[in-house]
Nanobody, 122 residues
Framework: QVQLVESGGGLVQAGGSLRLSCAAS????????MGWFRQAPGKEREFVAG????????YYADSVKGRFTISRDYAKNTVYLQMNSLKPEDTAVYYC???????????????WGQGTQVTVSS
């Protein structure tokens, strides 16, 4: 059974940093598309950052570009999201996603973690 487990969320002041982790088990996702989404209260889930299938390139939402960095550790089957210069508007539940078949992750991707809360205080 495939499982994605996120960790690293928490409460941080504006301008601070957090690093989220998403550990995958049950399958090796070395060449799959992986990424992060977030959902704030009362809003739809939105894309944050992704790694294309094959692991060759990364891409970001405009709102986080230059502040967030996505990376993966193949040996640990884990994807990370380093978040710097956090803003109150970054407050949300963050989810990781994996898609074995698509070039990029989308909201309809196959596998999702349970989410981790990130709260940024002003």
């Amino acid at each position: 059974q495939v499982q994605l487990v996120e960790s690293g969320g928490g409460l941080v002041q504006a301008g601070g940093s957090l690093r989220l982790s998403c550990a995958a088990s049950g399958r090796t996702f070395s060449s799959y598309a992986m990424g992060w989404f977030r959902q704030a209260p009362g809003k739809e889930r939105e894309f944050v950052a992704g790694i294309r299938r094959g692991g060759s390139s990364t891409y970001y939402a405009d709102s986080v570009k230059g502040r967030f960095t996505i990376s993966r550790d193949y040996a640990k089957n884990t994807v990370y999201l380093q978040m710097n210069s956090l803003k109150p508007e970054d407050t949300a539940v963050y989810y990781c996603a994996v898609d074995p078949s698509a070039l990029v992750v989308t909201t309809t991707s196959d596998y999702w973690g349970q989410g981790t809360q990130v709260t940024v205080s002003s």
